[in-house]
Structures are given as structure tokens and as C-alpha cells.
């Protein structure tokens, strides 16, 4: 049973359309996150999320807007998408906003043409 | 050896070889530091962490090597296998930031040579 699952694993799409990924954890952490790995594997922190709140929204465009139905889901909609915005997206969790049993899930491809 | 390739830094060893992968961290108040393994198409994975509190803490073929003086981390990979082939990524967190996440490093590419 997949612990933090993300969909889907690969997304290619054409510049200025509008995309969704979906994250889900079952390991009942209260904070979801977002990172992107940009194409020389460089990890950065886009947002988190502590019980469906809103924590960090680092410096990342607004066209990105993260979405917490309940502490277990954590979405990320992209408007109007640029070649830029292609990268690995991660997921994570962690248990109450400690980083002790933080775990990733295994990615998103997006590819904008 | 060691070399900075145009991307990531890559170590190549020979198989059974015992591997070193250094760090610098960036932040002095990081309380927290953990290694991650990341291979191909997959997250992250967890390998080991230390607390600021501590110099060195052990696992199974890993070591972890905390120097807070000059902000370095190591990672010790003792009798190297083919599958810890992978890139490795040291992250630091300061433990009062709350849900402040994790702060990554530049990551190394381990290549295991048969």
C-alpha cells in the first residue's frame, strides 16, 4: 500500500493549459508538501500545508495554487502552463510539522511543449 | 574519484569499495540533517538522519559524519552494492520552523562500477 501516491506519474501538455496533480497519504501526517525538481535535480520547497492550512508559499508563481480538501490530499493546479514550468513534482508528508518520518512519493513528470 | 560534472558531481567506485559523499549546509541554526537517496524515476528515499546534538550516528553499511564547525555532513557507504547506485541529496531543517520543510542540497551521482 502506497504510502504517499502521486497522479499522474506523467503529464505532457502543450503551453497555456491548465493542469492538475493529485497527491494522497495514508500515513495520517498532518503536513503535505510540494517540491520541484528542476531538470539538474535541484529540490526546492514550493508550498506546505499543516491540517488543510496553508504554511509556506514560497516564491512560486501564482498561477500555482495548491488545494487541501482534508490533511490527507494535497493537489496542485497550474494555470496557464509555460515551457518553464517542466519538472519533477514531489509530494510529502510528515507528521505534525516535524520533519522526523518526513516521505516523498515517487513523482510527477510534467512535460510542457 | 570525485568531479563536478556540467550537472551533478559524480563518484564513481568499484563495487564492494567503501564511498564518502560530502555535504555543505548552508543555514547555522539547522538542527536537523538527513540523507536521501533518490534513483531513477522514484522519490527520495529516507536513508539516514542526525541530530545537531550528535557527531556521527550509524545504520546498516552507513554512516553519517556531522561536522556543525564548518557545516559539513558526510555520508559513509561501506562494501558499496550495484543498487546504491543512485543520486544522494544531504537536507537540513531547522526543527522550530515548524512545517517549514526541507532545505536540499546540490545532490552527487554514485556510480557503483562492477
Known amino acids: 500500500d502506497t504510502a504517499v501516491s502521486q497522479t499522474p506519474k506523467y503529464l505532457v501538455t502543450q503551453m497555456g493549459n491548465d493542469k492538475s496533480i493529485k497527491c494522497e497519504q495514508n500515513?495520517?501526517?498532518?503536513?503535505m508538501y510540494w517540491y520541484k525538481q528542476d531538470s539538474k535535480k535541484f529540490l526546492k520547497i514550493m508550498f506546505s500545508?499543516?491540517?488543510?492550512?496553508?504554511?509556506i508559499n514560497e516564491t512560486v508563481p501564482n498561477r500555482f495554487s495548491p488545494k487541501s480538501p482534508d490533511k490527507a490530499h494535497l493537489n496542485l493546479h497550474i494555470n496557464s502552463l509555460e515551457l518553464g514550468d517542466s519538472a519533477v513534482y514531489f509530494c510529502?508528508?510528515?507528521?505534525?510539522?516535524?520533519?522526523?518520518?518526513?516521505?516523498f512519493g515517487s513523482g510527477t513528470r510534467l512535460t510542457v511543449v | 574519484g570525485e568531479s563536478v560534472g556540467l550537472h551533478l558531481p559524480t563518484l564513481s567506485v568499484q563495487e564492494g569499495d567503501n564511498s564518502i559523499i560530502n555535504c555543505a549546509y548552508s543555514?547555522?541554526?539547522?538542527?536537523?540533517f538527513i540523507w536521501y537517496k533518490q534513483e531513477s524515476g522514484k522519490g527520495p528515499q529516507f536513508i539516514i538522519d542526525?541530530?545537531?546534538?550528535?557527531d556521527k550516528r550509524q545504520g546498516q553499511r552507513v554512516t553519517v559524519l556531522l561536522n556543525k564547525t564548518v557545516k559539513h555532513l558526510s555520508l559513509q557507504i561501506a562494501a558499496t552494492q550495484p543498487g546504491d547506485s543512485a543520486v544522494y541529496f544531504c537536507?537540513?531543517?531547522?526543527?522550530?520552523?515548524?512545517?517549514?520543510?526541507?532545505?536540499f542540497g546540490k545532490g552527487t551521482h554514485l556510480i557503483i562500477q562492477p
Open positions: 510529502a508528508s510528515s507528521p505534525s510539522g516535524t520533519t522526523y518520518g518526513y516521505t
Open positions: 500515513l495520517g501526517h498532518d503536513t
Open positions: 500545508y499543516n491540517n488543510k492550512e496553508l504554511i
Open positions: 543555514n547555522s541554526a539547522s538542527d536537523y
Open positions: 542526525i541530530r545537531s546534538n550528535m
Open positions: 537536507a537540513e531543517n531547522y526543527s522550530g520552523g515548524g512545517a517549514d520543510g526541507l532545505t
